[in-house]
């Protein structure tokens, strides 16, 4: 006990969502991390919740793994040239995303496209991420963009200083399936996950992805599959989802109707646990603080998927897809959350009803490696009831 330096007690939550497709809604009111990581949860009375350093009165709202987004293209701490925009990741860390992942720092001005200079820069975007968490967001990044002229050598060389991404496979010059393969073996043979542009062109100067190039390329992840943001034809989208078992990526800055037709094929082929979420922001269409909420609405709503189902694109999913030690309500987890309510006014008997209506939550706190980052959303609609830190 005297070894802990800092326990979290969250008490009084009225709905417990687990990121878990499988089991989305735990039994319980009270969550408890120590050190931040989720030690415990269930009901207040039969938990220890001696010895608290931050106590936060949930006032009967719901907690859940904090969102990942699956897709982003970061540059430098909170800052993107893409749109000139400062504090993206703060406004987003206000719709509820506690983690992002890196599909290649493609916006930096003057990026290097020969092998070493691509080299230096993503080892030096992973480690200016590792050392700085904006407002607290955990940002996987350092994803090179593969470039004609690479060999074994350059992805060991990768790998041991610590790049465990690549970027969009096609936003660089391997647009042919059989290089894309050979590189991403490669890199999946060094621990280094890889993903894929796929769709039309998203800004001047990409290319076309189609679904044979994304096949025999083999990434782990399908790049978002309902284009980014051009969409492949309907029948090559069906195709993708029938022909592997790779993650299939939905994002915001894509076409909707491709989304909506990624969920539904998944779910003919009960193969839910393969839908994640990202933004591919920032992007042509601005940056989205609210994107992947907005996903997980639209989804729910459009796509008749329980909004407790939903969510599980948002944060569960992704971190079994990839492998990540969050996005989970899981003993030994690490302890990032979002509090959320029905907000105020939405229509819908509880918040789980509302957002199946096709309306956003509130977010009412975040919470980082069991540390309070916000409270009160400045972008989300206002909620019903709002958490509290009772004692830190
Ligand atoms: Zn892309």
Redesign the pocket.
Known sequence: MSDVKQKLVVRNIGLLLTGKLEAPIADGDCVIAIDGRISAFGYEKDLDTEGATTTVDAKGVTLAPGLIDS?VHPVVGDYTPRQQQLHWIDSTLHGGVTTMIS?GEVHMPGRPKDVVGLKAMAIAAQRWYENFHPSGVKVHAGAPVIEHGMVEQDFKDLADAGVKLLG?V??GSVKDGKTGKQMVDWARKYGIQSTI???GP?IPG?GLVDADMVLETGTDVI??ING?HSALPDDQIVCLCESCTKGLEIVHNGNERAALLTLNTARELKQLDRVILGT?GPAGSGVQPLGILRMVAMLSSLGNVPAELAFCFANGNTARQRDLDVGLLEPGYAADFVLMDQAQHAPGKDILESVSLGNLPGVGMTIIDGIVRTERSRNTPPAGRLPEVVDR
């Open positions: 897709h599909a969009e096609g936003l542009h796929t769709g998203s990409s790049g978002h980014g591919d």
